[in-house]
């Protein structure tokens, strides 16, 4: 049959977009070459942010998505029922810390600068940040509470996305690998090429996360979205209440915001609904390179045990690694191509994908169908020079 909108990606944001889009009325599938939030969302801590993000267009996705999630989440409840729909939300908020005097006066000002525009960014003393965490370091400067951050699961978020998708008639089609488009009259887009055969369309998503890149080029508008990986550490179980937030150190935003292909690290620290630990985070471009390096494991554990001096005896029971989608200048791109008629984008939202998912497919959604949009869309758009300019560049031989 043929869809008003194929989605190529099963990640959390392929799944958020395909949901908004069914919840317009439309007919969507999703087709993705792995199985279901097996890729860069399985990879995820589930954050949903506003903590790490300076004044401007991410931020304000940003709070539009994570005013967004609850509302999301209940309305799958009701259609699926709690059990399908549970994806442990927790409104467990942020705590970032200084842990050098230099640090202080630079998390102060970014905190206030968050306050302009509408986050809950409460300056508290070391001793209070020691009560909000008990296990924290002593040697806490300066700490800013951040009660509207949250933490989600987000292969369970994803898997009810796409329950919903199905509830309302769509498809989600595992093991098919979609290589381009197929087009018509004026280049519009009218169906996708995939190793099953071809599958009509009126318009496809590209929401291929780190290779939303190679899909672009193989539509023939390519985008400048290229793989960033991230590790992460998974302790054994600790007592409830051993790390009560999301807790991360100021260099934390530096490393978000940065742009080197080179290791970067910094200390992140949260726990999940079964008391285990995660502790990141790293950031690297290696193009696809899967390997594990210990040493970036050591980095990080030494890390997290100099915040939290309680882990340093604390197994750890696994690592996993994923990529993340990295746009030069640090903004998701979303929205239809102009030089491919039918081709939508929604990708490169590098770590923030979990946070920022909820409110990119309501506002692809909204575009789609014509709607006015609750934030405004233009930073988003793909033909911005950091996106098109240095996709073509990139796609020159070398």
């Not at 009560?131 to 370091?137: M, N, V």
Request: charged share 20%; net charge neutral; glycine share 12%.
């Amino acid at each position: 049959m043929a869809y008003d909108v194929v989605v190529v990606g099963a990640g959390v944001i392929g799944a958020a977009c395909a949901e908004a889009l069914t919840a317009a009325g439309l007919s969507v599938a999703v087709l993705d070459r792995g199985a279901p939030a097996s890729g860069t969302t399985a990879a995820g801590e589930g954050n949903v942010l506003v903590s790490d993000k300076a004044p401007g267009p991410e931020l304000a996705l940003a709070q539009h998505s994570r005013r967004r999630w609850p509302h999301l989440l209940a309305e799958l409840r009701d259609l699926l029922g709690p059990r399908r729909a549970e994806a442990e939300w927790e409104a467990k908020g942020g705590l970032v810390v200084a842990t050098a005097p230099a640090a202080a006066g630079a998390l102060a000002d970014f905190a206030a600068a968050q306050r302009t525009a509408g986050v809950r960014a409460e300056p508290v003393t070391p001793a209070e940040a020691g009560a909000l965490e008990p296990h924290l370091t002593a040697d806490v400067t300066a700490a800013v509470h951040y009660p509207q951050d949250g933490q989600l699961q987000p292969v369970l978020a994803t898997t009810a996305l796409l329950a919903a998708v199905r509830e309302r008639g769509g498809r989600v089609r595992a093991g098919v690998t979609a290589h381009g488009v197929v087009t018509g009259a004026g280049g519009a887009v009218t169906g996708v090429r995939t190793d099953r055969g071809t599958v009509p369309c009126g318009a496809v998503v590209n929401a291929c996360g780190p290779w939303a890149g190679r899909f672009a080029a193989a539509a023939g508008a390519p985008v400048a979205v290229l793989p960033r990986r991230g590790l992460v550490l998974v302790t054994a179980a600790l007592p409830a209440g051993t790390v009560r937030h999301k807790v991360y150190d100021a260099d934390y935003v530096g490393a978000v915001a940065g742009g080197t292909a080179d290791l970067q690290t910094s200390t992140v620290v949260e726990a999940t609904r079964s008391c285990t630990v995660l502790i990141g985070s790293s950031r690297e471009r290696t193009g696809f390179d899967e390997t594990v390096r210990v040493a970036v494991l050591r980095e990080l554990a030494r890390k997290a045990a100099g915040l939290f001096p309680v882990l340093a005896g604390v197994p750890v029971i696994r690592a996993y690694g994923g990529f993340r989608p990295y746009v030069p200048d640090h903004l998701p791109v979303i929205g239809e191509d102009p030089r491919r008629p039918g081709l939508w984008h929604a990708t490169g939202h590098e770590g923030a994908g979990i946070g920022l998912a909820a409110g990119t497919g309501q506002l692809l959604a909204d575009l789609f169908t014509g709607r006015a949009p609750e934030v405004a869309a233009e930073p988003f758009r793909v033909d911005r020079p950091g996106v098109m300019t240095q996709a073509e560049a990139a796609d020159e031989p070398a």
